[in-house]
């Protein structure tokens, strides 16, 4: 499978760059511009519908690998009965997991473009981000329960399963989302999270569990293409910054992130497998903590933006946009890091 990876996100990586451009110019065209205002950092008007070439990066990615490797094809077609004790209540298929997650993935990329021309508000917003948890989840991308070692798979009432799943999917949207405020932050920080997942998903692949084992790879190809998509994007985003992902961008990127969550990281026996994503996206995650609690401290609406986040702190203390953003990538390596030894010796924890 190590072909099917690195023509992933080789192609992600060029078609992203090769089309930012083109998403610029687009923006232009109708007016999709990130205003200078006093909480933001910028100074000029930015176009900001750079997400879509991320996108589209990641579209053609996946389709040219379909096309071109027989074994990524062979992946999908891969199919899994679900039994309720001796009977088959229904049929699990990787291509409907991969269609779930690509149909998800548009909704909130549309949500998000459209935020980005107009404010779209807060409860439609979430609204239709609960459709796109949905639509993944209809076709099995569902935190069904946890895998502990001795007791086997653990699993959730059909209920419960909905409610975690929708709500890990909402969290990692509204995570990567909110933390969205510097030239190259969320390229950089998605790109180092979804190569940690790469790795992670190849050194769980060996599990005797099939279903695991097929998930963990289509989850390994997703990961390598939205790591491709985020490095293309990062030409034209690192400060200075020609282009914003845009509310679009940064969405459609936490939702890859929660979805690949979801069937790739969760699938280990390992007592750390629900802090395994988290501990990779910790420093988007405890920002956006500490934003609802000063948000719910002082009356101020959860959706309404501020200039209390981390990087706005560091900018006030003098540091530079560029010092802030490559801070954030150390840190988010050494926890990457540290994922990677908790994969390693998942036997041991």
């Not at 009965?81 to 209540?89: A, F, N, P, Y």
């Amino acid at each position: 499978m190590v072909n099917v990876y690195l023509m992933a996100f080789a192609v992600a990586l060029v078609m992203t760059a090769a089309l930012t451009p083109a998403t610029i110019w687009l923006a232009k065209r109708f007016g999709v511009m990130d205003m200078p205002d006093p909480r933001k950092v910028h100074s000029v008007p930015i176009p900001r519908w750079g997400g879509l070439a991320m996108f589209i990066g990641f579209c053609s990615s996946l389709f040219s690998v379909w096309l071109v490797i027989p074994r990524f094809r062979q992946l999908l077609d891969f199919r899994h009965k679900i039994l309720q004790g001796q009977e088959i209540i229904g049929m699990l298929s990787l291509q409907q997991q991969f269609a779930g997650i690509v149909v998800g993935a548009c909704l909130v990329l549309i949500l998000g473009m459209m935020d980005d021309r107009k404010p779209v508000p807060a409860l439609p917003k979430l609204l239709i981000q609960i459709i796109a948890s949905y639509a993944a989840m209809v076709y099995g991308v569902r935190i069904a329960g946890l895998a502990f070692p001795g007791h086997g798979f653990v699993e959730f009432p059909i209920l419960l399963s909905q409610i975690v799943t929708v709500f890990w999917m909402i969290g990692f949207m509204n995570s990567i989302n909110l933390v969205d405020g510097l030239d190259g932050l969320v390229a950089g920080l998605v790109a180092i999270a979804a190569g940690t997942f790469l790795v992670v998903c190849v050194l769980q692949g060996e599990t005797k569990i099939l279903l695991f084992a097929k998930q963990l790879k289509l989850a390994a190809v997703l990961a390598a293409a939205v790591s491709g998509a985020c490095l293309g994007f990062l030409f034209f985003n690192f400060n200075p910054a020609k282009v914003f992902m845009g509310d679009g961008g940064a969405l459609f990127l936490g939702f890859m992130l929660g979805a690949i969550s979801v069937i790739g990281t969760l699938k280990t026996t390992a007592m750390m497998a629900l802090f395994i994503p988290i501990f990779v996206v910790a420093v988007p995650v405890l920002d956006v903590a500490f934003a609802i609690f000063r948000r719910l401290r002082s009356g101020q609406g959860l959706m309404q933006p501020d200039r209390g986040h981390f990087h706005h702190r560091l900018l006030a203390l003098g540091w530079t946009q560029r010092e802030i953003v490559l801070l954030v990538y150390v840190l988010t390596l050494l926890l990457s890091m540290l994922t990677l030894l908790v994969t390693v010796f998942k036997g041991r924890i």
